[in-house]
C-alpha cells in the first residue's frame, strides 16, 4: 500500500476443521500517524481469502484521516490503538440499520444466529 508502507495483514488459520480463519491488518495505526490513536481492523471468514486481506487494506486506507471508530479499546503504550471488527452487511441490513438502530440490527443476527464468517450468507432481514 504505497499511502502506508507500515500496513500487513496476518493470517491466522482457526484452530479446528471448519473454524474460521481470521485477518488483521498490522500498521494500519500509521495511516493516523499525525494523531495520538490508531486502527487496527479485524475479519473473520470461513476459508482462506484473499478478498480479506483486500478489505482490510481499502478500510486502512478509507480510516486514513481518522474517520472510523466505535469498538473495543486497547492503549498500548503512549499511543492509543483501537481494533476494529469488520462485518460486511448487505444492503437490506444496512437499511434496516438506519430505520430500526444498531442495536435492532445486532438482535436481529443473534435471532438467526448469523454466519459472521459466511461472506455469501443470505441477508438476516
Known sequence: MASNPHFRVARVAPESPGGVWTYASLGGWAATAGADHGHEFVISVGEPSERAVELLAMTVHYNRTGRLGWA??????????????????????RDFKVDQGLEALEQRFDDVELAYSRVDRASAV
Do not use: K, N, Q, S
Open 72 to 93: 473495543h479499546t486497547l492503549p498500548i503504550g503512549d499511543r492509543h490503538v483501537e481494533f476494529l471488527w469488520l462485518l460486511p452487511i448487505t444492503e437490506a441490513e
